[in-house]
């Protein structure tokens, strides 16, 4: 979030929707570290962690989604990336409708248990499953 309290949302330009910046660990990588590096390349912001928020299991994939709280450190937004189509903060009331599943619940869990890491699974239904396949092994999520 920044100083105003909005979310920072990345639009993917492989499927035209609205995501949280962050993408797959590297070997040897960091969890803390991929976040801030999936940042910076999805967004052109550079970030520094607060705190984890999130483990969210994927049991269709047998993976784990990591989900950081950051605070905005510089930068300035990318006009369109190799990944980014388009960058922009949405209050957290007004999120845009095309989201990639499971993000509004997250940001949900995220303003409603402030200071705490939120462990749970998240099930997508087979329709958005087959839509989504590709990109839902995620790792270190920025929020």
Request: charge should be negative; glycine fraction near 4%.
């Given at each position: 979030m920044n100083q105003k309290g909005y979310i920072l949302l990345a639009k993917r330009k492989d499927y035209p929707l609205w995501d949280l910046p962050g993408g797959t660990l590297e070997k040897g990588e960091e969890l803390s570290a991929c976040?801030?590096?999936?940042?910076?390349e999805e967004t052109g912001y550079s970030i520094s962690i607060k705190q984890k928020i999130g483990e969210y299991y994927k049991p269709q994939y047998n993976d784990v989604e990591h989900l950081f709280s950051g605070?905005?450190?510089g930068g300035s937004p990318i006009n369109e990336g190799p990944e980014t189509e388009e960058v922009r903060w949405f209050h957290p009331r007004k999120l845009p409708l095309n989201m990639i599943p499971n993000r509004r619940k997250q940001i949900k869990n995220y303003l409603?248990?402030?200071?705490?890491?939120?462990?749970t699974s998240l099930r997508v239904?087979?329709?958005k499953i087959f839509f989504y396949k590709g990109f839902l092994r995620v790792f270190g999520r920025f929020l």
């Open positions: 976040a801030i590096r999936e940042t910076q605070e905005l450190e409603t248990c402030r200071g705490e890491v939120v462990k239904s087979p329709a």
